[in-house]
C-alpha cells in the first residue's frame, strides 16, 4: 500500500490512508466520525475498543463484498453495527438534543443509478440507514423527516426500540454539560463533531455511499446537518463515493461530498480532491474529514482534526486507525 500526500493549506493537518489499484476490485471504508480527539487523552483501554469496533464493522462489510454482494448491502452491513454501538454518534450511541431527547438522521446513495434516501430527526428507529434504503426503495420520495418518516418506518416493519434504549451515560454527561456552559451558545466541537459512514467499490465496479449522525449535544429546532442531504454529507455516482464528517453546516455550505466527487470525476486524485474540499471547509471556520473512493480502487481517508475514526479493507490488506500516525 502506498501513501498519498495531501496538500497542506493553511496549516491543517490532513491525516490520510491512500491506495491503488490496476482495475476495480472490492474496497471498503468505513468512518466513525471526527473531532477534537487527543492521543495523550486516549487510554489504551479506550483506544482497543474503538478499534475492536470499527474492525467488527469492516468485518460485516467485507463480508458481503468478498462474497460478491453489492456495493450497497455492505455498505450496509457496516455501518448497522456501528448505530448499535454506543461509543458511536450515531443509533443507540446518539448524542441528545437540547430537550433531552434523541433524532437521528441518515443517508443512503447507490452510485449506479444516483438512487437516493435520507431520513431526518427521526426518533425510535433502530438502524435509521435501513430506513435510508426503505426511502430509497418502497417511496417515491428522497427525504423524509419527522413524524413522517417514523409512520413510514413503523409501515415498513423496521425495528423500533424505546427511548431508553438509545440513553447512554456519557451522552447524557456531555448535555449536562453543555445546559451548564451556556445553552444559548452552539456546542464545543467535541460534542458537533460525529458521524458514521462507508463507501464501498463492488467487484461489478458499482460504488455505494452511507452515513448516519445523532447530530449534535443541544441541537435545536429539528436542526439538520449534512449526514442526511445527498450531496453535503454522502454522494456516490459511476466515479465516485464519499462519506463526510464534521462541522455540518460547512459541509452543506460546500456541497462537500458532491464537490469532492465532481474533483475526482474531473481527473484528481481522491486525496488531492478531499485535501481542496477541507481547505476550503477549513477557511469557512469548519472542522470534519471524509472517506472517498474512486472506481479505481484510490481511496483517501482525510481529515482536518487530530483523528478520525476510521478503517479500510481490499485486496491489499487492511488497516484500522484513530490518529494520524
Same mark, same amino acid.
Given at each position: 500500500m502506498s501513501?498519498?500526500?495531501?496538500?497542506?493549506l493553511l496549516g491543517v493537518v490532513l491525516g490520510l490512508l491512500g491506495g491503488s489499484a490496476a482495475a476495480a476490485s472490492p474496497a471498503l471504508l468505513i468512518h466513525g466520525g471526527a473531532g477534537t480527539l487527543r492521543a495523550i487523552e486516549m487510554s489504551e483501554e479506550k483506544r482497543a475498543a474503538y478499534e475492536a469496533s470499527l474492525s467488527g464493522a469492516l468485518d460485516a462489510g467485507w463480508t458481503v463484498l468478498s462474497s460478491g454482494g453489492s456495493s450497497l448491502d455492505a455498505v450496509l452491513a457496516a455501518i448497522q453495527p456501528l448505530e448499535d454501538d454506543p461509543l458511536f454518534n450515531a443509533g443507540r450511541g446518539a448524542v441528545f438534543t437540547a430537550d433531552g431527547r434523541h433524532e437521528l438522521d441518515a443517508s443512503l446513495m447507490d452510485g449506479r443509478t444516483k438512487n437516493s434516501?435520507?431520513?431526518?430527526?427521526?426518533?425510535?428507529?433502530?438502524?435509521p440507514i435501513l430506513l435510508a434504503r426503505r426511502v430509497m426503495e418502497a417511496s417515491p420520495h428522497v427525504?423524509? *423527516? &419527522?413524524?413522517?418518516a417514523l409512520q413510514f418506518a413503523i409501515d415498513q416493519g423496521l425495528e423500533l426500540k424505546p427511548a431508553s434504549w438509545f440513553w447512554t451515560a456519557h451522552r447524557w454527561q456531555q448535555l449536562q454539560e453543555w445546559r451548564a456552559r451556556d445553552a444559548a451558545r452552539p456546542s464545543p466541537a467535541d460534542a458537533r463533531i460525529g458521524t458514521v459512514g462507508a463507501v464501498a467499490l463492488d467487484a461489478n465496479g458499482r460504488l455505494a455511499a452511507g452515513t448516519s449522525t445523532g447530530?449534535?449535544?443541544g441541537k435545536r429546532y429539528g436542526r439538520l446537518g449534512d449526514s442526511p442531504v445527498i450531496g453535503a454529507g454522502t454522494w456516490a455516482d459511476g466515479g465516485c463515493a464519499v462519506s463526510a464528517t464534521g462541522d455540518g453546516e460547512y459541509f452543506i455550505r460546500t456541497a462537500a461530498a458532491r464537490s469532492i466527487c465532481a474533483k475526482v470525476d474531473g481527473g484528481l486524485a481522491p486525496a488531492d480532491? *478531499? &485535501?481542496a474540499v477541507l481547505a476550503e471547509i477549513r477557511d469557512l471556520g469548519g472542522l470534519g474529514g471524509v472517506i472517498v473512493l474512486d472506481r479505481r480502487g484510490r481511496y483517501t481517508l482525510s481529515f482536518s482534526t487530530e483523528g478520525m475514526y476510521r478503517a479500510h479493507a481490499d485486496a491489499s490488506g487492511r488497516r484500522?486507525?484513530?490518529?494520524?500516525?
Open positions: 501513501s498519498n500526500p495531501l496538500p497542506s434516501g435520507a431520513v431526518g430527526g427521526v426518533q425510535s428507529v433502530r438502524h427525504f423524509l *423527516a &419527522g413524524p413522517g447530530g449534535t449535544t480532491a *478531499a &485535501g484500522v486507525a484513530i490518529f494520524a500516525d
